[in-house]
């Protein structure tokens, strides 16, 4: 027992010893279980820079960055994708990223640029939408987010759980933004007497709407501006398409950051920037269903037919969501449970 | 009247027919044996009399039909090889496990217990853990447990079966003395036949799930109606024709006169007194080609012996076997 | 044993306290200082509604279970080992397709669980579900092993079956059903999907408050405390188990002795109590089975043979999952059986460290998987083992391990010693009596100890979710997760097709294992 402490120890010191202050040419992407590149990504990047990437996920956005913050200067990463504006505050006051300013920034608009530190590189974006089917309506489709509370929509309304699911927060943000602080609760309370149901997770909820699978009796349901897409391209034959609702849009902005911590900060930023290249750009839509920021970046035409432009998305700013989640999602089970 | 009349009891497991047209009668207080070779059917009549296996035929004990009740309803005592005491209860408890399904108090089942151990030696260990007794002792309680709700029949499988030679003809003699004075009425199964002589008033013997003998042991034994059953017995000398005893063969030096066969010592054993030999003779006697015989005197192998045959004493079969 | 002994059950302690105790401690090292902000009297209603579920699911699986550990341990029939399988195939579905599935089940007996208000009947079915393998497999597997004459005597001495039933099998099935009872308990105390969907809003336990505190707070100081608190019940129940087990006699096993159902009544019971808990059971399962058959409205194996493809959404194809899938198995189940067979002979043996093992090997079922995640995480920053695919070997094992404990224990005090003594008389050291006498002995319990782990980790259970892992590993759960998350007929399609597989692999797996040992009859399962 006592021999076997001694061997690990010195292992362990000689493992320490071992690491150098020189650069590794093998970087490690950090990210969620959703992340998907075309086959051979990489091995571009590998061949332009002789840096190797070995691609590691852990869990749902939720749990990456939890799990970033909990290791946070000792990484077990040295790039992290999918952090989201709904976690960034808490990533960054969790002291995950350091500061890299990615080549290609500048083809990017401002409006998905969320910290001024440069510490996280906006990749990404798609948005939370309320879909729904019309012709399952009796024809009076909603044309804004206030007529979910119309009572020719009782009852036909599902969304998420904002302490479970992301999509359900950000649909409760996109309330937050839509009637602020102030009004809301009221329109919960109206949501709620016209019958929304509300499940943990957005799989859930999906089974119990009309185009879901294996379909439900809810003619509206909370979503994705792709879900349309995935209907059309995995739909089969003459998919039957949803609407979207593009008032409720919420804006989910994925970042990539260079880890605090890492050994190879020049490294994992080249790899950053290779992930904002105009190439991974266009590869985006069609592996992770949401569009790239950078403006150079071709749009597959595939992913366009079926994509509904969302014009003003509505977004909160990431501090707030830091300082005021908490107690948001507190005050929405309270008047839920009421 | 009889106690137990079974008729015409057939056990058909997966199209192999285990037992074929049993019947017997079991008299009041009377303990019937049953041997027969393993594979026999032995235990199956047991089991199906119990009501273990599904059965088709008459069984009647006293004087209810209890062919179509269920094994806790017809009121019979169990014992087995294996003892199959309850692990999870004492001495005690074991014993009270019937009187208490009867609906005995507790009050009355104890007092009934403690006189049960008491009747089969086992005063005073009313508390002990099952798991710690001897064989013998176990065997006591299963007999104990069997007897304590008084019932219409007893029924033992090879009861002693797991318990050394010694044990075993003490037990035997004990449990005969028991089932007595008791007045209980019981099957026996048993491969032993000493066993059987001292603890049943018949036998009774199955071969692949038929009947073929019942009476009582010694008429069994002097009047065995097949090969089968006298080679079964264990008789020595047994021909196509019939049975010769023992006693009916006189060994004599080969020079003394009367000498009706000369035969040569083929093996000697010592056994229970005397000395048994293995006998070859040149021409058949009775049809016998080996005869075995008893002597007092010692003869060594190779030895060549006179015999006297007493030819009266064969006992023939009868020939609608 | 002796030294021997001794030595391994240390070995086995330094396993669980590396694998187990040494994550939590360097979760509470590194999170201890920040502040918490649970109230001791919150803490207490969440410990007590967790106990309670727990308790109530418990008591339910066990109920649902003996009808048909008792058609297991009575009849030998063609089927048996299909059923053995078949109970296990909940749990290798995931959550939400079972969540739902109970949902839609009461919603047809007009119980509709409201996603606000949540229902607490869905979420004993739902447990019920999940838990019913478990008792099936480690009491039906005990029972059928009992000695039949002691139900024989007591028939004889004038119990019907229900007096039967309450005075001998039951007493001489408490050492099985407590060991069952006692992974039941700890699966559903630390139960987490199915509180979430089918709970309603509000609705937690101790194990989804450390989620909720630890994922969507980042609230780590928190969650600390109540991965304490947890770990300190969790502690608690097992000493409590392991004491209630000593003083429970192992009945002994003998040779087994099923027999065919005879007659239209015996077959009929069978059947019955046989189809209508796999029916039961597999609800969820044969809508996956309708679904996966479903293409555009037509049936067709589409959806089969498109699992051979990488859909864009995937990392790798969904049979490459399973590949992977199959392979963490193979791993997980071995050294679970390895381990969990050591420990259950130690916990068997006089050593003076059987208790502590004994006690040991139950506390990874109880110990949240965020836990066991964040303190792989922040504990094992050596080697590069954090994104090393064997500690997802190892997170899969642990709780795979009171598994193959709870067959191969009671089988091993059954044994009968002197069977071994003859072994050593006969001239065989240890080694050899081990090899040779006890292992072929044990194999049937270690064999059924080790398909269960397997299942285990098919179905990804325990802390391997938050561990981070490379693409070269992923696993068909996470395929089946990646392919029901987006809308898309033919990725849902694709994702049942992939359930229906992964049920069929662990049936195949029980059923080959049940060959592996070529009884026909059962014995140990």
């Known amino acids: ?338 | 009247m009889s106690r137990l009349h079974v008729a015409d009891l057939s056990v058909q497991i997966d199209d192999h027919l285990i037992l074929n047209g049993v019947s017997l009668e079991l008299a009041e207080s009377s303990v019937v044996a049953v041997l027969g070779p393993s594979g026999s059917g032995k235990s199956t009549l047991l089991r199906a009399i119990a009501g273990f296996v599904s059965a088709s035929g008459r069984i009647q004990l006293g004087d209810r039909d209890i062919a179509d009740l269920p094994t806790h309803k017809r009121n019979i005592g169990l014992m087995f090889q294996s003892h199959a005491l309850f692990p999870h209860l004492d001495v005690a408890d074991n014993v009270a496990f019937g009187l208490v399904e009867s609906g005995v108090t507790r009050a009355d089942a104890a007092l009934r217990v403690a006189e049960l151990l008491e009747t089969v030696g086992l005063g005073g260990m009313a508390q002990r853990d099952v798991a710690s007794l001897s064989g013998g002792e176990a065997q006591r309680v299963a007999l104990a447990r069997a007897l304590a709700p008084q019932p219409a029949l007893l029924m033992l499988d090879e009861p002693l079966g797991s318990l050394d030679r010694r044990l075993r003809d003490e037990l035997a003699l004990e449990l005969a003395e028991l089932l007595r004075t008791s007045g209980t009425s019981a099957l026996y199964v048993t491969h032993d036949q000493e066993e059987a002589a001292v603890v049943a008033n018949d036998l009774l013997i199955l071969e692949s799930g038929e009947v073929v003998a019942f009476g009582t042991t010694e008429q069994l034994w002097r009047t065995p109606a097949t090969r089968w059953i006298a080679e079964f017995l264990g008789h020595a000398n047994v021909s196509t024709d019939g049975v010769l005893p023992l006693g009916a063969v006189s060994v004599i030096d080969s020079s003394e006169p009367g000498a009706q066969v000369v035969a040569t010592v083929q093996r000697s054993l010592f056994v229970d007194g005397s000395w048994r030999l293995e006998l070859a003779v040149p021409e058949p006697v009775l049809g016998l080609s080996r005869i075995e015989a008893r002597s007092n005197r010692r003869f060594d192998p190779g030895a060549h012996v006179g015999l006297i045959v007493d030819t009266g004493a064969l006992h023939r079969f009868d020939p609608r076997h | ?525």
């Open chain 1, 1 to 338: 027992m006592n021999r076997l402490f001694v061997l690990l120890v010195a292992l362990m010191l000689a493992a320490a010893a071992c690491s150098g202050s020189e650069e590794s040419d093998n970087i490690t992407l950090l990210t969620h279980e959703s992340f998907v590149l075309s086959e051979g990504t990489f091995e571009q990047f590998t061949a332009d820079t002789g840096i190797t990437v070995e691609v590691v996920s852990s869990g749902d956005a939720g749990a990456l960055v939890a799990a970033a913050i909990a290791t946070s200067g000792d990484p077990v990463g040295d790039v992290l994708f999918g952090v989201d504006n709904l976690l960034l505050q808490r990533a960054l006051d969790g002291d995950v990223f350091q500061a890299h300013e990615a080549v290609g920034l500048d083809d990017v608009p401002d409006r998905f640029k969320l910290d001024a530190e440069n510490r996280v590189t906006p990749i990404d974006t798609g948005y939370v939408c309320v879909n729904y089917r019309p012709e399952d309506l009796g024809g009076s489709a909603p044309s804004s987010i206030d007529d979910l509370r119309q009572p020719q929509f009782a009852s036909e309304f599902i969304t998420q759980n904002p302490e479970s699911s992301t999509p359900g927060l950000a649909f409760l943000f996109a309330t937050i933004a839509t009637y602020g602080e102030d009004g809301w609760q009221d329109y919960w309370r109206d949501l709620k007497a016209n019958g929304v149901t509300v499940t943990s997770g957005w799989t859930e909820a999906w089974a119990e709407y009309v185009g879901g699978d294996p379909g439900g009796d809810k003619g509206i349901v909370n979503s994705y501006a792709s879900s349309p897409v995935f209907e059309g391209l995995f739909g089969g034959e003459n998919p039957t398409i949803s609407s979207i609702l593009t008032d409720t849009c919420f804006a989910q902005i994925e970042f990539a950051g260079v880890l605090n911590g890492t050994d190879s900060p020049n490294n994992a930023g080249l790899l950053v920037d290779y992930l904002l290249s105009p190439e991974v750009q266009a590869d985006i839509p069609l592996n992770m269903f949401v569009e790239p920021v950078n403006s150079q970046a071709e749009v597959p035409a595939e992913f366009a037919e079926f994509a509904v432009p969302v014009s003003a998305p509505l977004s909160l700013p990431p501090a707030d969501i830091a300082a005021n989640q908490a107690r948001w999602t507190q005050e929405w089970l309270e008047l839920l449970r009421e």
């Open chain 3, 1 to 525: 044993m002796g030294p021997v002994g001794d030595w391994i059950a240390r070995g086995l302690l330094a396993f669980l306290g590396l694998t187990v105790a040494y994550p939590i401690v360097a979760m509470l090292r590194r999170f201890g200082s920040e502040p918490i902000n649970v109230s001791v009297g919150s803490v207490l209603d969440l410990v007590g509604f967790t106990v309670v579920q727990a308790v109530l699911s418990t008591v339910l699986t066990v109920l649902m279970a003996l009808p048909l550990c008792w058609v297991i341990a009575t009849y030998r029939f063609r089927f048996r080992a299909a059923v053995m399988g078949a109970v296990l195939v909940p749990f290798v579905l995931p959550t939400v397709v079972v969540a739902v599935s109970v949902r839609n089940l009461l919603s047809q007996f007009g119980l509709v669980v409201d996603g606000i208000d949540g229902s607490l009947v869905a979420i004993l079915l739902a447990h019920v579900i999940f838990n019913v393998s478990v008792v099936v497999r480690l009491v039906g597997g005990y029972w059928a092993a009992l000695d039949p004459r002691l139900d024989e005597a007591a028939a004889a001495l004038g119990a019907g079956p229900i007096r039967r039933f309450r005075r001998i099998t039951l007493p001489l099935l408490r050492s099985a059903l407590l060991a069952a009872a006692a992974i039941v308990f700890l699966f559903t105390f630390t139960s987490f999907g199915v509180i979430v969907i089918l709970g309603g809003l509000g609705r937690a336990t101790v194990e989804t408050e450390i989620y909720r505190y630890a994922i969507t707070r980042n609230d780590f100081g928190s969650a600390a405390a109540l991965a304490v608190v947890q770990a300190i019940a969790v502690a608690g129940m097992a000493v409590m188990n392991q004491r209630l087990q000593r003083r429970l006699r192992a009945a002994s096993a003998t040779a087994t002795r099923q027999m065919q159902p005879v007659g239209w009544r015996q077959r009929a019971r069978v059947s019955v109590i046989s189809g209508a808990t796999v029916a039961f059971l597999l609800a969820p399962f044969l809508a996956l089975l309708v679904r996966s058959l479903t293409v555009q409205g037509s049936l067709g194996l589409d959806h089969f043979t498109a699992l051979t493809d990488r859909p864009n959404i995937l990392p790798v194809s969904p049979l490459r999952s399973l590949a992977n899938s199959v392979l963490f198995a193979s791993l997980a189940g071995g050294l679970a059986a390895l381990v969990g067979t050591l420990a259950a002979l130690v916990a068997a043996s006089r050593s003076r460290l059987s208790r502590l093992v004994e006690t040991a090997v139950l506390i990874p079922l109880g110990i949240s998987a965020v836990t066991l995640g964040f303190g792989y995480l922040v504990g094992f920053t050596f080697f590069e083992l954090r994104r090393s695919p064997i500690l997802v070997v190892v997170a899969h094992a642990i709780i795979g391990i009171p598994f193959v404990v709870g067959a191969v224990l009671p089988a091993v005090r059954a044994l009968d010693r002197s069977v071994l003594e003859v072994g050593s008389v006969l001239g065989a050291n240890s080694v050899a009596v081990t090899r040779r006498v006890l292992l072929p002995l044990l194999r049937p319990a270690i064999a059924s100890g080790a398909g269960f782990a397997a299942a285990v980790s098919l179905g990804e259970f325990g802390a391997s979710g938050f561990l981070a892992r490379g693409r070269s590993s992923y696993t068909a759960p996470q395929a089946i997760f990646g392919l029901i998350g987006q809308p898309g007929a033919s990725l849902q399609g694709q994702a049942a097709a992939l359930c229906v597989v992964l049920g069929c692999v662990i049936v195949a797996l029980v059923v080959s294992i049940d060959r592996l040992r070529g009884t026909s009859g059962g014995g140990w399962l």
